[in-house]
């Protein structure tokens, strides 16, 4: 199997069609009935991954009774060897959304190249922060500039986006070097193979 890349906007925790379609796309691209998903959440405050891992489970759990398949979620710790052997045992990276958090340090801490060999053959989703972190560039919604990613793919990416967002858009594009922009709304997504 090719490495899949997903990128989701945002708000991927709405019950909608989109996103019901969004969960199908992550395991689409699986060819196993029983699949492991390892649930990323360190762009948000530790305090919240508890909540946050019930509610995916929740809906992967839904999703694996819909498919008739067998969907076995774990949540990433901040363990380094625990991590390097969650990523290596999963079939999906799933990393949820926030604020950065310690996403990027974690991520730079295994390295581009080292995570990039990892996720061969696997599906890495990224929602939101999760999304933007993978790019070059991204532009954050949240502090309305312009930050660098891990570079894991040469792009500029913009989630949450809208169209009344054009200042936004233009400025990401014109900044540093010119590389593809991927633009994301919210309940939407992108697969890159």
């Known amino acids: 199997m090719a490495t899949r890349i997903i990128l989701h906007g945002g708000n991927s925790n709405i019950k909608s069609d989109k996103n ?3 969960y199908q796309e992550i395991i689409r691209g699986v060819e196993k009935d029983n699949l492991s998903v390892l649930c990323v959440y360190f762009a948000r405050p530790e305090a919240r991954w508890e909540d946050s891992y019930a509610e995916d489970q929740s809906v992967f759990h839904a999703l694996g009774i819909e498919t008739g398949r067998d969907l076995d979620t ?5 363990d380094m060897d625990e991590l390097l052997g969650s990523i290596v045992e999963a079939d999906v990276i799933f990393i949820s959304g926030g604020y ?3 996403l990027k340090d974690t991520l730079l801490t295994i ?3 080292n995570f990039r060999q990892m996720i061969q053959g696997k599906t890495l989703v990224g929602i939101s922060a999760g999304a933007n972190i993978l790019g ?3 532009y954050s919604q949240g502090s309305e500039e ?9 792009i500029k990416v913009l989630t949450h986006y809208s169209e009344d ?5 233009a400025l990401l594009k014109s900044y540093k070097e010119d590389i593809p922009t991927v633009t994301v709304a ?8």
């Not at 774990?74 to 901040?78: D, E, G, I, L, P």
């Not at 967002?165 to 858009?169: E, F, S």
């Open 20 to 22: 019901d379609d969004f």
């Open 74 to 78: 774990t949540m990433a710790t901040y």
């Open 111 to 113: 390295g581009v190249k």
């Open 165 to 169: 967002q054009t200042k936004q858009l």
């Open 146 to 154: 312009i930050r660098e990613g891990i570079g894991l793919l040469n």
């Open 100 to 102: 950065n958090g310690h």
């Open 186 to 193: 919210e309940e939407e997504y992108v697969v890159i193979q």
């Open 136 to 138: 070059v560039y991204y």
